[in-house]
């Protein structure tokens, strides 16, 4: 796989289900999977995953939420410990 393309962008959620086929595709493949390690170290999604193992199916890659708030409401959830 091309370096500059995130790892996670095959499996991501958001392409192949919340977004999928709408005009926010390719935009934000663009701007967060297909750019990079500066791309990846902007998407949240990523960021979440990295610290947590995993990422909620509905957060955006440009969510206005923190990481923190992410991993919260996880916990609360009772989807990570």
Not at 16 to 26: A, D, P, R
Not at 43 to 48: I, K, S, T
Not at 50 to 60: A, T
Request: charged content about 25%; hydrophobic content about 30%; some cysteine.
């Amino acid at each position: 796989m091309d370096a500059k393309i995130c790892p996670k962008t095959p499996k991501c959620p958001i392409f192949n289900g919340i977004l999928k086929g709408t005009e926010f595709t390719e935009t934000y493949l663009k701007l967060y999977c297909e750019a990079g390690e500066a791309g990846r170290n902007r998407c949240r999604r990523y960021q979440v995953a990295e610290k947590v193992g995993m990422c909620p199916p509905d957060i955006l890659p440009n969510s206005s939420k923190s990481v923190e708030e992410i991993i919260n409401s996880m916990k609360s959830a009772g989807l990570i410990n």
